[in-house]
């Protein structure tokens, strides 16, 4: 109706009404959206939780053996001979056949994984490496007990046809072979951060005339060195906690040496050495395993946080 004396209906404007039905149904997906993050957060209280009950265990044995050895001579002492008479224990010699074992690997794993990573990041065709990076991660799968025997049934041989004063456990032998096993983690987290630089970033390069081997290392490599310098210090933190290889191929044998040719023992070979032999457990001998294995825990740790440290300290941040 309209007219002077008319009275004007206001228009009705407000949000579209919910059925009921929608309403359940947006119910529903916040019940599974909280779920889900309860879900995630387990797993995450899991890892944890994992690592608070490691640190335990460590210390609650460990702290015993340090009230019976001195911590000084621990970690100065240069003669490790918990089992024999009189007992001395000096770490020195496992972590220096610890460290000799991961210097080999490193030396093996991180130049020729860094150029399988510039190969498939840079050169490699997508149906190259479709094939060729999976291949290279299968070694990755290989059981170490598999690679510690390769090292005693073909490296050793090797090494003592060329070398004749290589022994039958030696540190080369384990080093080399621990060196193949961390050579995908490099490759693989490497060519992630190399291929993670921008595009932009390498067509500059060709525009300004740059070949392709001055783009990759001049330009591509420096830009994701944060990550490819974190994809070395995990490996060699991998190295560093490796067991079966070196226990089956560098031998028993703490000896502080820096020839790589005799046999040595590292931390985790004297861990599985004491842990099944017959070492009554509450003795100091088989505290010492979690002596040990708290220092081989630290070791690994301060890996890890240099490796976060490097990565933040020298990560490109591209928009």
């Not at 009921?20 to 529903?28: I, P, Y």
């Not at 993050?37 to 702290?63: D, F, K, P, Q, Y």
């Not at 020729?112 to 990755?140: C, D, F, H, N, Q």
Request: proline content about 6%; charged content about 15%.
């Amino acid at each position: 109706m309209t007219g002077p004396g008319a009275k004007s209906t206001p228009l009705q404007l407000g949000a579209p009404r919910i059925s009921a039905d929608q309403l359940s149904k947006r119910a529903g997906r916040h019940i599974k959206e909280r779920a889900i993050g309860l879900s995630l957060l387990a797993c995450a209280l899991v890892s944890v939780l994992v690592s608070v009950g490691i640190v335990t265990v460590l210390l609650a044995e460990a702290l015993p053996f340090f009230e019976a050895v001195d911590l000084s001579d621990f970690l100065t002492g240069e003669v490790w001979t918990p089992l024999l008479e009189p007992r001395h224990f000096g770490v020195l010699p496992l972590v220096g056949g610890t460290l000799l074992v991961a210097v080999i690997a490193a030396l093996l794993a991180v130049p020729v994984g860094s150029l399988a990573a510039l190969y498939l990041a840079e050169y490699a065709s997508p149906r190259v490496r479709k094939w060729l990076k999976p291949t290279l991660e299968i070694l990755a799968g290989v059981p170490t007990v598999v690679y510690g025997t390769f090292a005693l049934a073909v490296v050793t041989p090797v090494l003592q046809a060329l070398l004749p004063d290589v022994r039958v456990f030696n540190g080369l032998s384990a080093g080399l072979v621990v060196g193949i096993m961390i050579l995908p983690m490099v490759a693989s987290l490497s060519d992630d951060a190399l291929r993670a630089v921008p595009r932009g970033l390498r067509d500059g390069g060709y525009a300004v005339g740059a070949t392709r081997r001055e783009i990759s290392v001049g330009i591509v490599y420096p830009a994701a060195f944060s990550g490819v310098l974190s994809s070395y210090l995990l490996a060699i933190s991998r190295a560093i906690g490796e067991t079966m290889i070196v226990a089956m191929a560098a031998g028993s044998t703490p000896r502080l040496t820096l020839n790589p040719l005799d046999s040595i023992q590292t931390m985790t070979g004297y861990i599985v050495q004491v842990s099944l032999g017959d070492t009554p457990a509450g003795s100091i001998e088989y505290q010492s395993i979690f002596a040990v294995g708290l220092a081989l825990f630290v070791m690994t740790l301060v890996m890890n946080l240099l490796s976060q440290r490097v990565k933040r300290r020298f990560r490109e941040a591209y928009s």
